[in-house]
């Protein structure tokens, strides 16, 4: 990999911080560029391979178990749904509609066009897309990468009416047992800042890519992400 100047912003995202680093991924398999503590950036028309420095966190999945909390929340929906992993998706307009309204209710209509939508599914990086329907329709789908022993829980669209029951928490949960039954080692849930990322910490047990290695104190996580 090679460190590269930071790329210009096309859509109203998530990195704004001067202490971002970008690379360039050259030869490195993912699962290296991840252990590093980097995340593809999706916030240009063209990604290019390129990655950021993040507070990364991640599930050693070998020892994760269900917390009280886990079991509260899979009594809610298991079963609830049928699920398909789906290996080369095809977008169709009712998944574009739906994640458009999705994003526009959730972090407003400039966060996720069509466009960048499409340079994220067309990045070489998905790997998996697992689509969730009820008998009236899709309710949520999740955008997985992997390689080597890690998964990546990249980005994730559903059906808003299930929010306030923490469906967003339950697809997280859901995601997370799949990958430990298919022997993955690690499983990444994307970065944490702010509040609104707090829930991730419900994950045990729960690493975080502190700048220079990976820590497991939680509670200076929770610090941190109650001072973004």
Known sequence: MKKVSAPEQDFAVYIARPDTEFVEREQEPLEQLYSLGYLPYSGTKKLNGIFYSARS??????????????????????????????????????????????????????????????????????????VYRSLSGPVAYVLEVED?????YWFSFYDLAYAKQSLGLW??????????????EHYYLGTVYGDKALYKTNFKP??????????????LLKELGRKD
Request: proline letters at 3%.
């Open 206 to 219: 729960l690493q975080w890519w502190d700048g220079k290695g990976w820590n497991r104190d939680v509670a």
């Open 57 to 130: 966190a991640r599930v050693l999945l070998p020892e994760f178990e269900l917390t009280s909390e886990n079991r509260r929340i899979a009594k809610k929906f298991d079963g609830q749904f049928t699920k398909e992993r789906v290996a080369h998706f095809v977008p169709d307009e009712v998944f574009y509609d739906f994640c458009a309204a999705y994003f526009a209710q959730k972090h407003g209509t400039r966060a996720m066009p069509r466009e960048r939508l499409t340079a994220i599914l067309n990045s070489g990086l998905v790997a998996k897309t697992i």
């Open 148 to 152: 080597g022993d890690m998964s990546h």
């Open 171 to 184: 697809l997280m949960l859901d995601c997370l047992r799949d990958a430990k039954e298919r022997g993955r």
